[in-house]
């Protein structure tokens, strides 16, 4: 059965991306303008410097590039028939995320003599607010229209944007791998959006949600990308130096005792005492959500491997138990277990902050130490009701039905916005003449 969209739904995206395209353009030519370090340099001491941050940054860069592009785009692709789909909005996410984070970065942030100045850390802070919108649209994954998605992620830039301001430059919070401005904010924004947009429907099981062996192996692969670059994604705004060295030991260190605790307790909940393709492919990154708020901070190793371990437990038990509760009392749909992945060890990372804050080692005086540690914890607050709160609202905007939502039935098809094709049923048989056998693929229907 052919998958027809309506004229006004096929114009929808290709309207709103062109004239989105065009109005960051007309920004870009008219107040972006490079940084000092990315301009054409004026002497050697300056070659010098642009030099040695582009080699410290842009390695760091690369992995994160290869982080949301490839990795999460794998990860998502565990539903079988949708697959093609979570990768390209997710490409798309990011695109117009970064983009759009930009050109806001410019007019709240960089302003100088007239012009808003580019350079790489900027692009890594626009990156890191796209990384919100992927994962809020993992609440929602299948359920929503490329529309939809694209309209949560305008409304979605500037709240974090706003939110990591009065987070980290407002309160002083420390959080150097996101755990709380990132993790935490984009899990509770897109169970905000998803609560409001599906209203009180009970969460039943679509039919094409179950996971195939071919697709489960796609997200795992997705799964030990995330897991090999981590890293890199909690150390590249670390200051260079100790501080580098120690986010990077902590993170290798949590992510493999998550790995280790989610084989672990996957086996001993499963009534087989078989392991769980979606267990690992969560649970083992775990450790790097938690892990990102202490990172840099003096911590010892062997906090490092509890922390991993107890945040892969929280995703597990998350999974098992946790989701499906809510699921029945408060009819919350989360397709992709993002309260369990990024919520539940966001939430014991921040924690985990406050401790840390208190035990801090140094000449800094008990008053101080208590202060960061009340500031942690009204971080925690902030990010988790402000975005809660925000998510709720833009959730209830998505509901009009200008932005196409999918049909039911239609939900989780790649065919309703792709134009796929298929083999012909039936090869020739052994020997026989492939006369009048169709060798060419032909259109799905």
């Known amino acids: 059965?052919?998958?027809?969209?309506?004229?006004?739904?096929?114009?929808?995206?290709?309207?709103?991306?062109?004239?989105?395209?065009?109005?960051?353009?007309?920004?870009?030519?008219l107040f972006i303008t490079y940084d000092e370090h990315s301009a054409a340099p004026t002497n050697s001491e300056d070659v010098e410097h642009a030099a040695k941050q582009l080699h410290s940054t842009f390695p760091f860069f690369q992995d994160i590039q290869v982080m949301l592009v490839v990795g999460l785009g794998l990860l998502l692709a565990f539903l079988p028939r949708y697959g093609l789909s979570a990768l390209t909005h997710n490409f798309l996410l990011l695109n117009v995320s970064a983009q759009w984070a930009?050109?806001?970065?410019?007019?709240?942030?960089?302003?100088?003599?007239?012009?808003?100045?580019l350079g790489l850390h900027s692009m890594l802070s626009a990156e890191f607010a796209a990384v919100t919108v992927l994962i809020s649209a993992g609440a929602v994954l299948g359920r929503t229209s490329p529309s939809q998605l694209l309209a949560m992620a305008l409304c979605e830039v500037p709240i974090y944007l706003a939110s990591e301001w009065l987070i980290v430059t407002r309160l002083g919070v420390l959080d150097v791998g996101g755990t709380i401005t990132i993790h935490v904010f984009a899990c509770y924004f897109g169970l905000g959006v998803s609560k409001t947009l599906f209203g009180n429907a009970k969460p039943t099981v679509h039919p094409k949600e179950t996971p195939t062996p071919r697709s489960d192996l796609l997200a795992l692969l997705g799964a030990l990308i995330l897991w090999v670059f981590w890293p890199s994604f909690v150390a590249v705004l670390c200051q260079p130096g100790d501080a580098q060295h120690r986010a990077i030991l902590h993170t290798l260190l949590a992510l493999s005792a998550s790995t280790i605790t989610t084989v672990l307790i996957s086996i001993l909940l499963e009534s087989d005492g078989k392991l769980s393709a979606g267990h690992l492919q969560n649970g083992s990154l775990a450790g790097g959500v938690a892990i990102g708020a202490v990172a840099d901070m003096h911590i010892t190793p062997a906090a490092a491997l509890a922390l991993g371990s107890l945040s892969s437990l929280l995703c597990i038990l998350g999974f098992?138990?946790?989701?499906?509760?809510?699921?029945?009392?408060?009819?919350?749909?989360?397709?992709?277990?993002?309260?369990?992945?990024?919520?539940?060890?966001?939430?014991?990372?921040?924690?985990?902050?406050?401790?840390?804050?208190?035990?801090?080692?140094?000449?800094?005086?008990?008053?101080?130490?208590?202060?960061?540690?009340?500031?942690?914890?009204?971080?925690?607050?902030?990010?988790?009701?402000?975005?809660?709160?925000?998510?709720?609202?833009?959730?209830?905007?998505?509901?009009?039905p200008c932005l196409a939502p999918p049909p039911e039935p239609l939900c989780f098809e790649d065919a309703l916005y792709f134009k796929l094709q298929e083999r012909a049923e039936g090869p020739p048989a052994l020997g026989g003449s492939t006369e009048g056998v169709p060798l060419a693929t032909k259109e799905c229907e």
């Open 320 to 400: 098992q138990f946790l989701t499906p509760l809510l699921a029945k009392k408060l009819a919350l749909q989360d397709r992709c277990g993002i309260h369990n992945l990024h919520g539940l060890p966001g939430i014991l990372g921040a924690v985990a902050s406050v401790v840390a804050a208190l035990l801090a080692p140094g000449d800094g005086s008990e008053a101080a130490r208590h202060k960061q540690a009340q500031w942690q914890a009204a971080g925690l607050v902030v990010a988790l009701g402000g975005s809660l709160f925000a998510g709720m609202l833009v959730g209830a905007a998505l509901r009009l």
């Open 102 to 117: 930009l050109m806001l970065q410019g007019l709240l942030h960089h302003l100088q003599h007239g012009k808003a100045v």
């Open 1 to 29: 059965m052919a998958l027809p969209l309506p004229a006004s739904t096929r114009c929808l995206l290709p309207l709103s991306l062109g004239l989105f395209q065009a109005a960051l353009l007309l920004f870009f030519a």
